[in-house]
């Protein structure tokens, strides 16, 4: 076994029980009122899951999300435990498969939007000013350059869409997907998130140009679901490489596109296999966004 694999046995895959969902990333066992998820090694790009795992990144995700949520304080949350010896029998049996990579949480009814927002000009909100000079139908100053930083962070959401792209909506499109006054609550939080965490990170170093929540309904009351503010649903820049008008890689899959770009992959599936120094690489970057994060988790207890 090469140093960074990680054992088989702790990958998340549990002998003889079938998630109820797999996601590109995560396997969801559904306990009733309560979910089981797991996050995989399992990395994804341009829509399609890679054949090569990046060990250890479901760690980051998992370790990441619930160190977020308890921080978040106020902000309510669908996390229950991360320690896998309290799960439900018979899950509480899988602490060396599921140890650092799983949450039991309550199920929430899903509202079924991307809720993004942008403090820096980026990706598709970059792409949509450049073309119109507004994102999500909310118009900008002039003369921003790639990555600037907004005067004030914006909420762009976008659909879930069950297969194929996301696609960038406004306000009014997403309170006929949602229900205005879920919009007015997701929006409030988003932002509210947002900012907090943009004011953390920016103190060790890293910049969050931009994050996707997903929220639900748990009690009535909308509550932030899957992962909070992980390298798979944000662009974190380190803050010493962040040049205004450039786009800095970003702590995630920036080696991984870069690479797949580089050998003419076409982006039709099925996708090729990643050489082992990107593999290395992209770990590593992973990790450093925890440990840039919050630095007293061990992260190695779990690997
Ligand atoms: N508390 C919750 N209640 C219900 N669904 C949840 C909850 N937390 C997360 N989910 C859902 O679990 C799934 C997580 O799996 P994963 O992240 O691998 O999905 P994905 O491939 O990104 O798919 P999606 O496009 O639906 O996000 C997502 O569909 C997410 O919406
Ligand atoms: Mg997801």
Request: net charge neutral.
């Amino acid at each position: 076994m090469k140093k960074h694999e990680i054992p088989s046995g702790r990958r998340g895959t549990l002998p003889g029980i079938e998630p109820a969902f797999r996601g590109k990333v995560r396997d969801i066992y559904d306990l009733g009122d309560r979910l089981i998820i797991v996050a995989s090694d399992r990395i994804s790009a341009y829509d399609s899951i890679l054949p090569t795992p990046i060990p250890g990144k479901g760690i980051v995700l998992t370790l990441l999300s619930a160190a977020w949520a308890e921080w978040l304080t106020g902000i309510p949350h669908h996390i229950l435990e991360t320690d896998v010896s309290a799960f439900p029998p018979p899950y509480c049996g899988f602490t060396r498969e599921l140890g650092g990579r799983s949450m039991l949480v309550r199920k929430a009814r899903r509202i079924d939007l991307e809720c993004v927002v942008r403090g820096y000009l980026a990706g598709s909100g970059w792409k949509e000013y450049r073309e119109s000079g507004a994102a999500c139908g909310i118009s900008l100053p002039r003369g921003l350059r790639m990555s600037d930083r907004l005067e004030e962070p914006i909420f762009t959401p976008s659909t879930k869409a069950e297969s194929g792209h996301d696609r960038n909506i406004t306000i009014e499109e997403a309170g006929a997907i949602a229900g205005a006054e879920a919009v007015r609550e997701v929006r409030r939080l988003s932002l509210e998130i947002y900012r907090r965490a943009h004011e953390y990170a920016a103190a060790r170093g890293i910049i969050i140009a931009d994050t996707k929540f997903e929220f639900g309904f748990i009690d009535g009351r909308v509550a932030v679901i899957d992962e909070v503010l992980t390298p798979d649903s944000s662009r974190f820049w380190l803050a010493k490489e962040y040049r205004p008008g450039e786009s800095p890689p970003s702590l995630d899959k920036q080696y991984v596109r870069d690479y797949l770009d580089g050998i003419g992959w076409d982006h039709n599936p099925p996708a090729p296999d990643l050489e082992e120094t990107i593999v290395r690489k992209t770990s590593e970057r992973y990790r450093m966004a925890l440990t840039s994060l919050f630095p007293a988790i061990n992260i190695e207890r779990y690997l």
